[in-house]
């Protein structure tokens, strides 16, 4: 085995390097798919978007959706909650932001920022009353529980945060705000959510 | 192990770990520094290719596990929403279906190879004996899996096999209730062969340790079947025996990956496609391939008790091996009869595989000859083999002179 | 020195083994022998022709969904990558052609005021409904006989698409003597037995193809049997291209540890 020449040494170090290196690659390109398989199948996937009849719910309801598992809360507010949520000064907020998947991530958690209203904006359209939230709690992802605690929304029982009227977070320990998932309005009475 | 250990920590760690938990020490004298015989060939290299075989069938195991339900109302379902709906699903069940037949190529090479070389003789009986209960253990393994899916073979091979049992006088049909946990096979059947067929890996696993252990005490056999004298007859194992292992674990795997991407059914049935029905039995049922030979040892025996006695004594015959060989030569190399009857015995049990994958009433490749007369000699050839050649040839065949020591032929073909 | 008869011996044992692996899709199992056709999806590279299964979709629609059903296909599958090539818009408005049973209402009724079930657009999430809403449903409306699910049929029978071709095909041919059709029966070679309760399902210009292909019965029967084939391997273009690259890696791969060996070895044997 004493080889004596550098050169041909060089070349046995690099084959050697080269072999051992093919087997990292291939049993790295391995791994993926047996990593991937947990990841959502495209059954589950295909799920990930509801569409929901909201023609029913009058001004202080709520109605709750499943949507990817999880409960979601739609809720119509009334004039009175809309004039309290917008009277609340951002710079109160525990979590000053929107927590919007329909708007930037840095857009601020005013009222005007976690509600929306179906079809156009501007004069003469329809209030923006609705709040779409994913009802899990933002601290360890119990559900809270509706008309509780002290800022007119939910209370969470396992730890004691609540939440506003708007769906934001007012007292802690819960970190952000109840999240408003990506959705859109079809018509004034259907909207689909995801 | 061969000698003692050479095991020199580098780190403080490594000694510290080296004075509480030598593992290191047994990791490095069992697959670093392992005197191996330098005249090992190609068919000694399907034992680490083995060992790779039972690690993609229990990672991809477990894998399919997560998406599995083992439910006779959902069990052929979720085996469709692997294949069609989970993120390479249908690579992974590709893989652990075709890694299988993988898995039983390798083995029956190996088992060939241990009987060509007399890889069973003394001091090596314990590495055969452990073999033969891993090759046993791989049978109840993979029909448990092939069970799971649900489709028609699936369910009328769990029929079949287990009211085999039945021909157990007296307990028999007991013992099937027993197995079935019903009168039938039904849902609670499958959940215990689901239950069994993901504790079984593990149980191989541990006696593939044993077999390994066993293995490291005499040391490999070689092909010339002689005994090492000295260093100069061994090379370590790491590099010489990983490199050489992983070319040809790298050609299986071109062999595997050709089934898998380009042939994934060829080996299968195409009834399994079709979910069980408990009322209809389909018109051919036939084993996997691996199983053809046994099956046609139990078709060839006229009675159901008698059947179902050949076929677990030709599988029980394989334990007696080391004794009923009689030679003290153990290479095939240096027995000129006994290798004659070897191969012999190779083409017995292919006649049994293609019989048994005929259907019963079929003839011998367009002649009047039945396929079933063929089936039943070849059946007494195989016990024959066994019981009467073996001992007999030991006795009266006059062996080729053995070489000196392994160097010495070794070294004089480098020359 | 022993080393070359031991390889030729098993190479010929390979051989006959394989022969005999191959041997049970023979005669025995089912009707006359079935012709191999040329695929678009034959061999490794071979690939579905979108075009042809949009037009064997329109066949399964149009006639073959009469009776038989296609459990494991969701109206999504269509748009999905090596497959039918619909757009995802075209598939939305595909699903919403079908009503399928809707969810219980916010009052937990099923049916309407006059007792029919509600109903509901499909979306492209739904899977392809059942014209029958059991099998005995079915039965009860072909003679007793249960029309198979077609979603995995050509992975289901020997011969697979060859054989779906030719029983498509098949109809038409004179009984032979010896065969007494029963009422409810009816007679094609390539069938098991020869006696099946499918009547002949194409005829001639049963359907007008959007691309103005001819729709002849073998041009029908082709389409709908490739439809058929990607329902039952919906996954075979990915299989096939990544096998490709699989096995290059690995031909690299082996080379590379030939090499390594063959150094390492070097003067040792």
């Known amino acids: ?194 | 192990m061969s000698g003692p250990s050479t095991y020199v920590p580098k780190s403080g760690f490594a000694r510290w770990m080296d004075t509480r938990l030598p593992i290191m020490r047994l990791a490095h004298d069992t697959v670093i520094t392992f005197p191996t015989p330098r005249n090992l060939n190609i068919w000694y290299t399907f034992g680490g290719i083995l060992a790779f075989c039972l690690g993609v069938q229990i990672i991809t195991g477990i894998v399919l596990a997560m998406h599995y339900t083992p439910h006779t109302a959902m069990a052929f379902d979720s085996v469709e929403h692997i294949m069609r709906d989970v993120n390479y699903g249908w690579l992974i069940r590709y893989v652990h279906a075709n890694g299988a037949s993988m898995f039983f190529l390798a083995v029956y090479i190996h088992m060939f190879r241990g009987l060509y070389y007399g890889s069973y003789k003394d001091p090596r009986e314990m590495i055969w004996i452990l073999g033969v209960i891993l090759y046993v253990l791989m049978m109840a393994t993979a029909f448990l899996g092939y069970t799971l899916p649900w489709g028609q073979m699936s369910f009328w091979a769990a029929t079949v096999i287990t009211n085999l049992f039945s021909a157990i006088p007296f307990v028999g049909e007991a013992i099937v209730n027993l197995l079935w946990g019903g009168f039938s096979v039904d849902n609670p059947t499958l959940q215990r062969f689901f239950s069994l067929h993901y504790l079984l890996p593990f149980v191989i696993a541990g006696v593939v340790i044993l077999h390994i252990w066993a293995l490291h005490v005499p040391g490999n056999n070689n092909p010339l079947g002689i005994d090492v004298k000295g260093p100069q007859d061994t090379l370590p194992f790491h590099p010489y025996y990983t490199v050489k292992d992983l070319f040809y674990l790298s050609l299986f795997l071109i062999l595997f990956a050709a089934f898998v991407f380009y042939a994934p059914n060829y080996l299968g049935h195409s009834i399994n496609y079709i979910e069980a029905d408990p009322l209809v039995t389909p018109p051919h049922i036939v084993p996997e391939w691996y199983f053809l030979p046994f099956y046609a040892i139990l078709r060839s025996i006229p009675d159901k008790l008698m059947g179902v006695v050949a076929l677990f004594g030709s599988m029980l015959t394989l334990f007696f091996v080391p004794w009923l060989d009689t030679g003290k030569v153990r290479s095939a190399r240096f027995r000129p009869t006994y290798r004659i009857f070897f191969w012999l015995f190779v083409f017995d049990c292919f006649v049994l595989g293609y019989a048994g994958s005929q259907p019963v009433d079929g003839v011998l490749f367009n002649t009047p000859i039945s396929l079933l007369l063929v089936a039943r000699i070849a059946t007494l050839y195989f016990f024959l083999h066994f019981w009467v050649i073996m001992p007999l040839v030991g006795l009266f065949e006059t062996p080729k002179p053995l070489p000196d020591s392994i160097a010495k032929p070794v070294l004089q073909a480098a020359e | 020195m022993l080393k070359l008869p031991m390889r030729n011996a098993l190479l010929a044992f390979g051989i006959a083994a394989l022969g005999a692996l191959s041997a049970p899709a023979s005669a025995a199992e089912h009707g006359a022998a079935v012709e191999s056709r040329d695929w678009s999806f034959n061999g490794p590279f071979g690939t579905y022709d979108r075009a042809e299964l949009q037009r064997g979709y329109q066949v399964y629609k149009e006639v073959c969904s009469a009776c038989h059903s296609l459990n494991r296909i969701a109206f999504r599958n269509l748009s999905d990558a090596g497959g039918p090539g619909f757009t995802e818009l075209e598939v939305r408005a595909l699903a919403a052609s079908y009503q399928i049973p809707a969810e219980p209402n916010e009052r937990g009724e099923t049916t309407d005021a006059e007792g029919r079930p509600l109903m509901r657009e499909a979306l492209p999430s739904d899977y392809f409904p059942s014209r029958f809403p059991n099998d005995n449903a079915a039965r009860a409306s072909n003679n007793g006989a249960l029309p198979p699910d077609l979603s995995l049929i050509t992975k289901a029978r020997d011969g697979g698409s060859d054989y779906i071709y030719a029983l498509l095909t098949g109809y038409g041919h004179e009984v032979p003597a010896g065969v007494t059709v029963n009422p409810g029966q009816y007679y094609n070679p390539y069938f098991l037995g020869g006696l099946l309760a499918m009547p002949q399902p194409l005829f001639a210009n049963q359907v007008t193809y959007a691309d103005g292909t001819e729709a002849s019965i073998e041009q029908m029967a082709h389409d709908v049997t490739a439809f058929l084939t990607w329902t039952a391997e919906p996954k075979m273009e990915e299989r096939k291209s990544l096998g490709f690259a699989v096995i290059l890696f690995l031909i690299a791969f082996s080379g590379l540890c030939f090499l390594s060996y063959r150094k390492l070895w070097h003067g040792e044997h």
């Open chain 1, 1 to 194: 085995m004493a080889h004596s020449h550098t050169a041909d040494t060089t070349r046995r170090d690099f084959l050697y390097i080269a072999t051992g290196a093919a087997t990292a690659v291939g049993a790295a390109s391995v791994a993926w798919p047996l990593i991937d398989q947990m990841n959502p199948s495209a059954n589950v996937l295909a799920l990930a978007s509801i569409e929901v009849d909201i023609s029913a719910v009058q001004p202080g309801q709520m109605i709750r959706v499943m949507w990817r598992g999880r409960p979601t809360f739609i809720r119509r507010l009334t004039p009175q909650e809309i004039t309290d949520t917008n009277a609340v000064p951002v710079a109160d907020l525990i979590d000053p932001t929107a927590r919007n998947g329909n708007l930037p991530e840095n857009a601020e958690a005013t009222a005007a920022n976690r509600l929306t209203a179906p079809g156009a904006h501007g004069e003469g359209a329809a209030p923006a009353e609705w709040l779409i939230v994913v009802g899990v709690c933002t601290h360890l992802g119990c559900i809270p529980t509706g008309n509780q605690g002290d800022y007119g929304g939910w209370l969470c029982a396992c730890h004691g945060s609540q939440y506003d009227a708007a769906g934001r977070v007012r007292v802690g320990p819960a970190p952000e705000n109840l999240a408003v998932p990506p959705f859109a309005f079809l018509s004034d009475t259907r909207v689909r959510i995801g």
